[in-house]
Each structure stands twice: as structure tokens, then as C-alpha cells.
């Protein structure tokens, strides 16, 4: 069923039909790839044998080819030596600690630089500055929200959220508004319904619609439109033309001053322009609920045009539109740069391990790697049970294995215990699962028993700690990239601190976000999600498109996002290679590691707190920064080009890049900045 008020079709989380992870088709048992193996049910050596030349040959195939379909229970014979049992490390159960709900209280002005968010309907029901705060903080843009239309007033950049009717601004309001305009103030707004508004804003009407599907941006000169170069970039999806109604849109008709900066396919406008004396405004007729935070929910109307490896930015678009705002029309401005030392991507390497014969060529990958400046971060299942999918896979050599990989400085997540179809429908469970007596079964292709999202995600965690010395797991990948809904409380619940369970093009954007709880609208979890951009089984495999994997990590490059790949480690002869390749042909200025490396920057990039305070002198500014964490490589962007710099930073070659020192967990750095005259 089709919720109208979320906008889910999928029971969040599912994954997208014919999933090009594992060869589309879900029908056939020939297109299985390494994550499921081919071989479903073991039939003894000497039984094999003894009917080879019976008639009962063909009858035997026939069944076993219906019980494989049919998902059949085990009836494997035991092991004929019974593996020891496995070490663990208790995890603790942990409560939900919720942030403030007061957006003042989480967002407060500090500094003269500071976009102010004026929030417009904080009434009874109102709608969260959720989606905006994603888009500002992702791109490292300062803010503050506010309700005084005073103070929002005495800053240079002005954003309206979520709305404005007739209700949110008295008439004297909207002429401090406008005379802000025309005294060199920039104001950007969604959805203005007020006709009060309309000259500030330049439209003569719009219509509210839910059949409007795609977004064609112009070819104007206009400073927002600097990020978008690309063809991806300039025509994007609201949903697919399969569903009889996707979000709400509003549809301008702009007065004859204005300029159309973005139009939907009735032709109305989607984003527009208007200046005023010496300042501007923008206005779209989309909401960021809908076309950032939802996609990034996978909760959209399969705006995707396509499931992996292509570049599809329709949810970045909007957050390079604030950037290109912020840096053209913000004064002395500052931001907070997405990739650490400086660097302008990164390539954020990670193997899955989910079959029997994919531990060992791990070293290979591993050798590959360290030759090439790189590391990679390891999912592995943690399968101790026999079932009607694979036969057990976690114990020696296979440990001493993943030891070794740990030493070596490959980083470890899990990837679950029986890599379930079915996981995006499994039960949250108890929390209080544990090894051994959690005994999850899959059934067969996408059903199980026994199975709980607790289960998968707290019992390979114990496992994972329990097995490798100085293991700590705080990365998860989902089995097929089948997501519950319940999977940000239990990752949460079970000490986790990152997911990479979805798609770059599947949610839309190649930034990594903070994930919602219960993939809804009004907060944060404590979990960040990494969506997977290339992957290697997809036809004609990863080998045979390392240039098209190239073209799409470039393109990221260009807007400072980030890649994922994911290569499965159940060969490392064609995938070795075509890694190898692929690591030669980066650029220097794009990173190559592991996800947890870069995952642990992210994360105390999100935590940091930082102002810019003005001295006595023009050309001398004080950058005063403050981390929760012990992070290496935090990195701010300047309009101004910089002299020098004190405090143990780092200058960059072009001026305006400074490269902060080591920052200790809660301790707090000063760094003198002198800008060139």
C-alpha cells in the first residue's frame, strides 16, 4: 500500500526490483551470485555415486531442483568434526538518548557569517527543519534558526523554511523583509503562498500539483547554478511515471522581471529568481523534505534512474544550489570542507565476505591495496549455522584469517549472520539475542526462522569482538542490501555507528547523512549511512567497467562527495585486477581508504563546533574550533585568500584551504587566520 502522507511504497527500505547487486531477476536459481551459493543441498559423496547409473537418477535431480526452489529445510549431514565454540564479547543493550527537540536550543547564532533559518510555522504540528539541516550541515555551510525576524535580519543570507502563507508574516513584516532586499540582503524560500509576497518574490501565480515528474534546470549564467555541469545535474526525477501521483510541487508563473532559473514539465516554473535594489531572493516550489531527506529515506517515488554505478545526483543538486548561494552571495565566507587534509574526494574501499571461499582472497585484495596507498574495510558474515542457503562458514582457518586481515590494518564490519532476502521484513526482536542460542535459518530465498534484525546485527557483533583482538564493530552492511525499518534503532541499540546499506542512486545523493530514526522527518539517529556508488556484479562486472566506474568517482570528485565500492572477495584474480586499475588511475587529490577511517572523520566532522570571530585588525580573523571526538584532517574553505595561519594549521597552496592540527576529544583549538590585503 501506498502511503500518500510519506510518500513509501516500499515498506521502507526495500530494495528496488531486480536489484543489479545479485543479477536482477529474483526468479531464477541460475543467476544466484557468490552471496547466495549455487550449491542449496548437500547430497553425500557415496549416495551420489551409488545412483549414477540408476533410474532414479533424473527423479532425484527433478526433486532436488524443487526443493532448492522451494526452499527446503537442512538436511545436510553434520560436520564430521565439530568445530569448537566461538568466542564472544558481551554487547550492551543501550538506551535511546533523544536530542533536544528545540531547533533554537540545537542551532543558536554565534557568529556574523551564520545563515539564518527563520523557521515559519513552529505551531502545534509543525514541520522539523529537519531536511534543511541535512543540506547545510552536509555541505558545511554555518547556520542558525530562529524565530525573531530582528535578529534573522541583521545577517547577510536569509532562508524562509519550511514555508510562507498568509499566516506567517504580518504586513509590516513583509516590508522589513523586502526593504532587507533592496539593502543588499539575499533571502531563500520554498512554497511562498502569501500574495503579499509575490513582487519581492517575482510571481504572478502558481498551482499546487502532484503530476508534475521531472525537473529541467536552464542554461542561465546564474551563480547557483555553478555545481550544476553535468547532465545528471540538470534534469532530475520527482518519481516514476508509474505511480498516478508523486509529491507535491508548485508551479510559478513569474512576473516578466523575474528569471526562471528551473522549470517542471507543465512548464511552470520550479525555481526562480527576482532582484531587488541591491539584493536577491530565490524561490522554489519544491519542499527539501521532499526531494533530499525523503530520497535519502528511500522513501521517494523511485526517482532514481538507476539502481547503482551511475552518477545520479537529483537529491544533491538541491545542496550544491545552497553551496553556490552561500559561497556567491556570503561575505568573507567560510565552510566547512567534506573531505579531510585538504583533498577534494574520496574513495572509500570495502569488500564483502559472504561466502565460504571468500576469506582467502582477502590477502590478495589486501596486498593490492597496501601497494597502492589504500586499505579497505571488510563485511563479513558471521554464518555459524548450517541452512537451506550456504553451509556455515565461520570458523578456523577462516578467523585466523580475519586476524591476520586485522593486523595487517584492514578495518572490519558486519555483514550480518545469514545474509537473509528477507531481512527488510524481519522482526526488531528482543535485544536480548545472544550466541549460541540465537539459531536464525534461511528457509530458502527470501524467507527464514529464528531470525530477528537484533539477531543479525548484536549477534555478528559479539561474534566479530569476540574472535578479533581489538575488534570494536561499529559498521554494517546489510545482506543484499535489504534494510527493516526498525534498522537505525537496533544499530543504534547494539553500539553501532555507521551503515552501508543503500545505494548512492537509490537514495539519490553521494554524500554520506545522518540517518533518521525509523527513516522518518523529525530526527536524527546516532547512525550514518554510506551508500554503496560502484559495485561488481552487475553485468558485464566490475573487470569490464573500470572506466565507467572512473567517469562516475570523477564526477563526484567535481562536488566533493564521496565514493563507496563494494567488491565481493570471492575471487581476487579478474576483481584484484580491475581494482589495481582502477586505484592506478585515481587522481592524487582523491583519497583511497577504508570506510571506517573515513567514516570516524565524518562523524567528528558532523560533532564539530566551530565560529569565526572578528579582531581588531581588517584582515584578521580567529577560528575557534572544538571536537567531541579525536579526529585528523578537518578542513575549512575561505573566500578570502589567506597569508598565514597560526595555531599548528596547515596552509594550502592556493590560499584558501586550512588544514586544522590533530584535535584532541574535548579539547578546543585557536587558530589565527591572516587574509592576504
Known amino acids: ?43 553425500p559423496t557415496e549416495f551420489r555415486q551409488c545412483l549414477e547409473d540408476s533410474g532414479l537418477k533424473q527423479s532425484l535431480a527433478a526433486v532436488l531442483l524443487v526443493l532448492s526452489l522451494g526452499g527446503a529445510p537442512d538436511v545436510r549431514q553434520p560436520a564430521s568434526k565439530a568445530e569448537p565454540p566461538l568466542r564472544t564479547k558481551e554487547v550492551s543493550l543501550l538506551d535511546i538518548v533523544h536530542r533536544p527537540s528545540d531547533p533554537f536550543q540545537q542551532f543558536p547564532e554565534s557568529f556574523p557569517l551564520q545563515v539564518a533559518v527563520f523557521w515559519t510555522n513552529p505551531g502545534p504540528d509543525p514541520e522539523s527543519p529537519l531536511a534543511l539541516v541535512h543540506c547545510l550541515k552536509e555541505m558545511g555551510i554555518p547556520f542558525f534558526v530562529t524565530r525573531v525576524l530582528g535578529q534573522a535580519l541583521r545577517h547577510r543570507l536569509v532562508i524562509l523554511y519550511p514555508s510562507v502563507d498568509s499566516h506567517t508574516f504580518t504586513q509590516p513584516q513583509a516590508d522589513q523583509l523586502t526593504t532587507f532586499v533592496r539593502q543588499g540582503g539575499y533571502i531563500f524560500a520554498q512554497n511562498v503562498f502569501w500574495g503579499g509576497m509575490q513582487s519581492l518574490f517575482g510571481f504572478r501565480s502558481f498551482a499546487a500539483s ?35 501521483e508523486v509529491t507535491w510541487s508548485n508551479g510559478y508563473v513569474a512576473d516578466p522581471g523575474a528569471e526562471v532559473l528551473a522549470q517542471f514539465d507543465d512548464g511552470t516554473a520550479a525555481l526562480l529568481t527576482n532582484s531587488i ?49 552561500y559561497e556567491n552571495y556570503g561575505e568573507d565566507w567560510v565552510r566547512l570542507a567534506t573531505i579531510p587534509g585538504g583533498q577534494r574526494s574520496a574513495l572509500l574501499l570495502s569488500h564483502d565476505v559472504d561466502w565460504e571461499n571468500s576469506f582467502a582472497p582477502c ?35 577462516n578467523l585466523e584469517t580475519l586476524r591476520q586481515l586485522k593486523s595487517g590494518g584492514s578495518t572490519i564490519g558486519s555483514h550480518s549472520i545469514i545474509h537473509s532476502r528477507g531481512f527488510n521484513k524481519f522482526a526488531l526482536g528482543s535485544g536480548h539475542e545472544g550466541y549460541p542460542s540465537y539459531q536464525p535459518r534461511g528457509l530458502g530465498f527470501d524467507t527464514a526462522s529464528g531470525a530477528t534484525v537484533f539477531g543479525e546485527v548484536r549477534v555478528s557483533k559479539e561474534l566479530l569482538d569476540g574472535e578479533i583482538p581489538g575488534q570494536d564493530t561499529i559498521f554494517f552492511r546489510a545482506g543484499h542490501l535489504r534494510v527493516p525499518q526498525s534498522l537505525p534503532e537496533a544499530l543504534e541499540r547494539s553500539g553501532y555507528q555507521f551503515d552501508s546499506s543503500f545505494t548512492d542512486d537509490d537514495v539519490l545523493s553521494n ?167
Not at 217 to 242: A, Q, W
Not at 281 to 299: C, E, F, I, P, T
Not at 515 to 525: A, I, M, Q, Y
Open 277 to 325: 535594489g541591491k539584493g536577491r531572493v530565490y524561490l522554489l516550489g519544491l519542499s527539501l523534505l521532499d526531494v533530499v531527506l525523503r530520497s535519502q529515506n528511500d522513501r521517494d517515488y523511485e526517482a532514481q534512474r538507476h539502481y547503482v554505478n551511475a552518477f545520479e545526483p537529483g537529491a544533491d543538486v538541491w545542496l550544491l544550489i545552497l553551496r553556490a548561494w
Open 210 to 244: 502532484r503530476g508534475r515528474y521531472h525537473i529541467a534546470f536552464s542554461t542561465t549564467t546564474d551563480p547557483v547554478m555553478k555545481y550544476l555541469n553535468r547532465p545528471e545535474e540538470r534534469e532530475v526525477s520527482l518519481g516514476s511515471d508509474r505511480f498516478p
Open 1 to 43: 500500500m501506498f502511503d500518500q502522507h510519506t510518500g513509501s511504497k516500499k515498506g521502507v527500505g526495500g530494495s528496488s526490483p531486480g536489484c543489479p547487486l545479485h543479477g536482477g531477476s529474483e526468479t531464477s536459481a541460475s543467476m544466484l551470485s557468490p552471496c547466495i551459493p549455487h550449491t542449496d543441498i548437500h547430497v
Open 363 to 397: 590477502l590478495d585484495f589486501a596486498r593490492i591495496e597496501r601497494a597502492n596507498q589504500a586499505s579497505s574495510t571488510l563485511f563479513i558474515q558471521t554464518k555459524y549455522v548450517d541452512d537451506a542457503n550456504s553451509q556455515r562458514f565461520f570458523f578456523e582457518p
Open 511 to 677: 554524500f554520506p547523512f545522518a540517518l533518521p530514526r525509523n527513516f522518518g522527518f523529525e530526527e536524527d539517529s546516532k547512525i550514518y549511512e554510506f551508500p554503496v556508488t560502484i559495485e561488481d556484479e552487475e553485468s558485464p562486472g566490475f573487470a569490464k567497467r573500470v572506466p565507467q566506474a572512473l567517469e562516475v568517482i570523477l564526477a563526484n570528485a567535481e562536488n566533493g562527495a564521496v565514493s563507496v565500492v563494494l567488491i565481493h572477495s570471492n575471487e581476487s584474480h579478474e576483481k584484484g585486477a580491475a581494482e589495481q586499475h582502477l586505484l592506478r588511475q585515481l587522481p592524487a587529490d582523491i583519497i583511497k581508504t577504508d570506510m571506517v577511517t573515513f567514516a570516524t572523520f565524518w562523524r567528528a566532522r558532523d560533532h564539530l563546533q566551530w565560529r569565526m570571530a572578528a579582531t581588531s585588525m581588517p584582515a584578521q580573523v580567529v577560528l575557534h574550533a572544538k571536537s567531541d571526538d579525536s579526529v585528523t584532517g578537518i578542513t575549512f574553505e575561505f573566500q578570502r585568500r589567506i597569508a598565514t595561519v597560526t595555531g599548528g594549521a596547515t596552509l594550502s597552496q592556493d590560499g584558501h584551504h586550512v588544514v586544522l592540527p590533530k584535535l584532541e576529544a574535548g579539547r578546543s583549538v585557536s587558530l589565527g587566520i591572516h587574509y592576504l590585503h
